[in-house]
Every structure is written in structure tokens, then in C-alpha cells.
């Protein structure tokens, strides 16, 4: 009788070059919301009571049926499962009225509970549904992340999450949104927001963040991902219903650009900044006092303060136009903006390339 002999596998196996990976062919990044939200494992995060919740389920609702996300943008259909771990079925019928759902869609599912725990029931949904690209929100991470009092917090929270992210790595094509909290107080970087150490964040594919004031409808949504490039975009919550502030990612990123340099201020100064925000290429003191129907001092008061401010750009002499940068976010081809810049870097020229 003879007996193999186990080898070990030699530490190279696997091994690719780069010449053999510069002549492959290989597909396309898959979008669930093109420029916002990509295949792989996708981090949700706002405070408590901001609208995660209704958020998560417009874009369920959206991807079952291959509507339209955030009321602008086109995805495609895929089958959807929704962990809805702090909700029942009551609740759930009656966002779905409220947003304006009262039949179906067939290709939309929930869960309450996951009795045989969130990996397993994660992995069959994505095993059964496979061919079809599809797409699980986990609502929220808080409700399977258990507590630990460890001595290396950040290790058990990659650890977690790369779990997570290991279920949709295994069907290309696959989505998993979880919904998080937020850190309490202020963050100079909003990735520090994510609650928890950064192995969170770390072992994420891409990682969005609602920020609204509780008393107005409008709110910012950042965005930060392995694929789709950094953007920040002006939406607003009406009805449980979100949606972009304009008819794609670039007129939400303008939208919020203005916002932004408008806050705080008066009427007037307001209307200034509008007015010089539509000329990237920039406007004279002359052609602004002729829209705005202005005395050429008050024009040129209002200008200057602008300026000082920061809320508008005086590139040279006699010429005022929108504060801009060189920061540019790229969507994925056949979307309605092949390429879009965020906010804060909006220009005539990129716009026609």
C-alpha cells in the first residue's frame, strides 16, 4: 500500500503578472446607483432619525423595479432583499404607502428577523440569486454586531465587516448596503464618523453619509468609494422620499456648491452668488449689476465682500466667478454623465469633454 504525501503549496501559487493582466478583458465595475453606490460592500451612515431607513428603502423599491434612485438617476432591476431588523411588517406597509408603493414590486423581499443568523441568510439570498446581480440592505448593523471587550476593537471590527464583504466578493456583481450610526459630535474628515473604530470603514468597498439638519428637508450626501471617486451631493427628504436637488449627480453637486456659499446670508448677497455661480468662466462687475438690475457701487460692494467671505472667486482683476477646485469624480460608462466633477469643481470645459 502506498501513501501520498501532503505537500505544502508552494507560497508563490496564484501568482499573475502584469503583462498577462494588461491584455485581459475583464467586466466592467456593476452599479446599483451609477456614481453613487457600486458592487461589493457599501456603509450607510447618519445620526439617529435623519432617514437611513426611508433612504434604504426608496433605493430597494428603485433597484427591484429599475426605476429611477434618488428621482434621477436610471438603475437596473435585480432582485432585493431587505433585513429589516428594526422594523415589522406594520411599519413596512406603511413607508411603502407612504412613499407611493402599494402594490408589489415581485422582486423586493423582507426579513425581520434572520433566525439562522445574518452570514448565512445573507449568503443564500446572494447563492440563489446569483445570475442576477442582487442587491441586500442590512438594516442596521447595530442589530448583529453584538458587543466586545477585547483588547483590539479595530481588528474585531475589520474582522466583522470583512466577513461581510467576503459573502458579496464571492458573486461579482453582488451588493450589500449596511445601515450604521454615527459617532457623536463634529468631524473634520466625515470617514471619522463612521461609530466604531476605523476597521468599519477600512473594510469597506464605499462609504456614504447623510448630513441633514433636523429642522430643514435639505442635506448633504458624501460620498467615498473604492470605485465610485469622492463626490458630495444636495438632496433633500420629503414624504420619506429622497431625492437629488436636480436631474443628475452634476446639477446635485452644483445645487449643493450654492448652498453652501448662499448659507447664512441675506437675500442679496444670495442672488449675487447665484448669479455669478451659473458663469464658471466668470463674469465682469458691469454684467452682474445688468442682471441683478443693481447700482455699479452696490455691485461692487456686494463683490468684494463675496470675495472676502470665500463664497465667490476673484480670479483676476475685474473678474469674479464661482470658488472652484481641481478634486473630479467619474461615473461608469452609459450613465447620463459620463464624467462630472464634485461640487466644489464644476467648469465649462470638463462639462464639454
Known sequence: MTYAVATAPDPLDGVFAA???????????EYVVPGVIPEGL?????????????????????????????????????????????????RLQSRLRT??????????????????????????????????KPLVILDTLGKVRGTYGGNDAYGNDYSQMSQLKDLVDRHPGSSLIVVHHTNKGEKSDF???????????????????IQRDRQT????????????????YSLHLSDGVWKLDGSSLREASEALRIRSATEGVGD????????????????????VASLLHWEDGKTRLYLRRACESGRIANPKRG?????????????????????ITSYESYTPEREAS
Open 268 to 287: 442679496d448677497m444670495a442672488e449675487l452668488v447665484k448669479v455669478v455661480s451659473r458663469y464658471p468662466e466668470g463674469m465682469k462687475p458691469k454684467d
Open 99 to 132: 412613499i407611493g408603493v402599494t402594490a408589489g414590486p415581485r422582486g423586493l423581499f423582507f426579513m425581520t428577523e434572520v433566525p439562522a443568523g445574518p452570514l448565512a441568510t445573507i449568503a443564500t439570498f446572494l447563492d440563489r440569486n446569483a445570475e442576477h
Open 319 to 339: 473678474l469674479y466667478a464661482p470658488v472652484t477646485t481641481e478634486t473630479t469624480v467619474t461615473i461608469p460608462f452609459g450613465t447620463p454623465d459620463e464624467s
Open 42 to 90: 457599501t456603509i450607510l451612515v447618519a445620526p439617529p432619525k435623519i432617514g437611513k431607513s426611508w433612504m434604504v428603502l426608496g433605493l430597494g423599491v428603485a433597484a427591484a423595479t429599475g426605476d429611477l434612485a434618488f428621482g434621477s438617476i436610471p438603475v437596473d432591476a435585480r432582485p432585493v432583499l431587505y433585513l429589516a431588523l428594526e422594523d415589522g411588517a406594520r
Open 217 to 232: 428637508e435639505s442635506s448633504t450626501l458624501h460620498v467615498t468609494s473604492r470605485d465610485a471617486k469622492e463626490g458630495q
Open 191 to 209: 470617514l471619522d464618523s463612521v461609530s466604531g473604530t476605523q476597521g468599519l470603514a477600512g473594510a469597506a468597498d464605499s462609504i456614504l453619509l
Open 19 to 29: 503583462d498577462w493582466l494588461t491584455k485581459q478583458v475583464l467586466p466592467a465595475v
